[in-house]
């Protein structure tokens, strides 16, 4: 390629990129709305396909047959799984791609140092952070993905466990240093992206399944960082651009999944919180107990309320209930009873999750509230319907100071005339916090299946014509 061609290539690729970072940008601010969320997503979608298909006139470039063969095999992938996963599985899904994002980002900067092609201070010092920050979001999702799909199943800790992540965080660092000044071995590179590894490993596996949306955002931005790393050793506008827009959004993100808990980020990676081992974990004894309440009554509550107020939860999801909720929904509204949506920034498995299930089922977003927007409405409210959702719903969370949950925000569905709860049985939630609100003397308990349950409420209220 002479001068002159190269010369109008870098300036085709700039021109692009500069379009890509509009569409990523514009993308992400209207994924902020779920009516032009869909838009969104294409905006983005693009700007991805052009920045890919620009990288191939980029100059020396080079190994086209094995980059078009990986595209391929990657893309018929990800079409098949996003085809077949159920909206259940999401989070799940999402956790393993952000991990792949994570590997990928750590495999450049492997070859980077590897190679030993990269001279530059600043280069070597960015590939290493790049390295680093990818090979912990690798691991550490993986191990969140292993938790929601249920292949681990509890919480492990161990003596002196923080303290051996400090050693880990220096052994790091150390060969980090050595790697960043240059000339160091090949032995010394492999265990930096060992204990690298390792590290995501230790942090993730004590962290139970109640704080996976903080973990999830988490590892999301730590994956963008990766990324725009990597993509300053490589000189790729389209990555550091990628990059940035994801790190950043996902760092504000986990932000406010953190403070939507009321708790620090470092309180959820280093505390207890969260483990799903079952057992009340609020000094205040729970007294009373809970009621339960037949579904034929509940249909005939709800069918003469004036204001309902659903809360669904990640029960709701893992009985796939979100499509009988919204036709339990449609047959008030035709009765004339107001019903809204209430939602909480971590109910579920990952940011969003109910917003996800619920647009699946169809239902329309101007009846779906978030927290600030929705609590005033509970005292007001005939009947408060909770569907899977648990720690969300704790009253303790106002008035218990030694529970891990004290300070959390939460939906005020305590505040209802009438709480009726759907749960499969009577033990404690994920997080094994009891939940004082199933032991209200306003609150009753309809057992059984989410959807099933549903369904039979559906009866109830078509049987009263």
């Known amino acids: 390629m002479d001068i002159t061609s190269e010369s109008s290539a870098r300036l085709l690729i700039d021109a692009s990129y500069l379009l890509v970072a509009f569409l990523f940008i514009m993308g992400l ?159 010394v590179t492999a265990t930096l992206f060992g204990l690298a590894l390792l590290l995501g490993l230790t942090m993730t596996l004590p962290i139970g399944g109640a704080d996976m949306p903080v973990v999830i955002s988490l590892y999301n931005a730590l994956t963008g960082l990766a990324v725009a790393f990597e993509g300053f050793v490589l000189n790729n506008a389209a990555m550091i651009i990628a990059g940035t827009v994801v790190g950043s959004a996902g760092t504000l993100l986990t932000q406010l999944m953190a403070k939507a808990m009321n708790r620090s980020l470092g309180n959820v990676l280093f505390s207890g919180f969260g483990d799903s081992g079952g057992g009340s974990s609020s000094a205040e004894a729970v007294t009373g107990s809970m009621k339960a309440i037949e579904a034929n009554d509940v249909g005939v509550m709800m069918a003469f309320a004036q204001k309902v107020i659903v809360v669904p939860g990640y029960g709701m999801a893992v009985a796939q209930a979100q499509h009988k909720v919204w036709e339990l929904t449609q047959l008030l509204q035709d009765k004339g009873v107001t019903v809204k949506f209430a939602i909480h920034p971590v109910a579920g498995r990952m940011p969003g999750h109910m917003n996800v299930l619920l647009a699946e089922a169809g239902v329309p977003y101007d009846i779906i509230a978030d927290i600030d927007e929705v609590n005033a409405e509970f005292e007001t409210a005939d009947v408060a319907l909770i569907i899977g959702a648990n720690d969300v719903v704790n009253p303790v969370a106002r008035t218990d100071k030694s529970s891990p949950i004290y300070g959390m925000p939460i939906l005020n569905a305590d505040k209802a005339r009438n709480v009726i709860v759907i749960k499969r049985g009577q033990g404690a939630g994920f997080s094994g916090i009891e939940n004082a609100l199933f032991y209200l003397d306003n609150t009753r308990m309809l057992y059984g299946d989410g959807q099933a349950a549903v369904a039979q409420l559906i009866h109830s209220v078509k049987a009263l014509g």
């Open 29 to 187: 601010k209207q994924m902020s709305s779920p009516v032009t969320a869909k838009r969104g997503i294409l905006w983005a979608g693009a700007g991805m396909v052009i920045a890919t298909v620009v990288s191939f006139a980029y100059p020396g470039m080079s190994n086209y047959v094995l980059i078009l063969a990986a595209i391929g095999v990657g893309s018929a992938i990800a079409w098949v799984t996003g085809k077949r996963v159920a909206m259940t599985d999401m989070p799940q899904m999402i956790a393993l791609y952000n991990g792949m994002g994570g590997g990928a980002a750590a495999a450049i900067g492997a070859v980077e140092l590897f190679s030993g092609e990269v001279h530059d201070s600043v280069a070597l010092t960015l590939a290493v952070v790049g390295s680093v920050i990818g090979c912990v979001s690798f691991s550490g999702s993986l191990i969140a993905f292993g938790k929601l799909q249920g292949l681990i199943k509890k919480s492990y800790r161990f003596s002196g466990q923080q303290f051996f992540n400090v050693l880990l965080v220096l052994g790091i660092a150390a060969s980090g240093v050595m790697v960043a000044m240059g000339g160091a071995s090949t032995a």
